[in-house]
């Protein structure tokens, strides 16, 4: 009876050493992923965004284009102000 605690021990230490294994392939997935800074650094970098700007339609266009990538269907609106459309 003494030896079935010590089996259990030994076990459960094992698993425990088993678990802590660096997984190489979690971490090449994890590299392939875009930060949140990053994708904050790449929207600033378009320019100053007032609306009518270079700046303003290349970030809606970078925008579009991201959203499209993670699998969404954007919609564009214009926003107009005092329109009777």
Sequence with gaps: MSRLPLFIATLLI????WS???????AK?????DSVY????????IGIKETGTPG???ATRWLADRY???GYQPVLDSFS???NK
């Design 14 to 17: 094992s698993l425990t050493l």
């Design 20 to 26: 802590q294994n660096y997984e190489y392939r979690i």
């Design 29 to 33: 997935q994890c590299d392939q992923v």
């Design 38 to 45: 990053q994708i904050i650094e790449s929207y600033q970098n």
């Design 56 to 58: 303003f339609d290349s």
């Design 68 to 70: 499209t990538a993670l």
């Design 81 to 83: 102000f005092n329109t």
